[in-house]
């Protein structure tokens, strides 16, 4: 019967000399088994199809909204542009 602890759970590994695993915690040896790796997808199940990946929409530079805000960025650096003129 597989008993699971909480992750950060302390315990002493013992490692014997036929190579099996046990482990002790709160003075109860426990026998260690190995997790197979997960899969990405079942062979119990028929195949997923892959999900395509939504493509952002960036506005062109002459879209009223990016204007306005390209338009906000130029007025901040005015103090630049009188410093390259000098």
């Given at each position: 019967m597989p008993i699971y602890?909480?992750?950060?759970?302390?315990?002493m590994v013992i490692?014997?000399?036929?190579?099996?695993l046990y482990a002790?915690?709160?003075e109860t040896i426990y026998v260690l088994?190995?997790?197979?790796?997960?899969?990405?997808?079942?062979?119990?199940f028929d195949k997923v199809e892959k999900r395509k990946t939504k493509r952002i929409y960036i506005p062109p530079m002459n879209h009223p909204w990016r204007?306005?805000?390209?338009?906000?960025f130029v007025?901040?650096?005015?103090?630049?542009m009188e410093k390259e003129a000098s």
């Open positions: 602890f909480h992750k950060g759970t302390k315990c490692k014997a000399f036929d190579g099996s002790s915690v709160d088994e190995e997790i197979p790796e997960r899969l990405e997808v079942s062979e119990n204007q306005k805000s390209y338009d906000a007025a901040k650096q005015a103090h630049r």
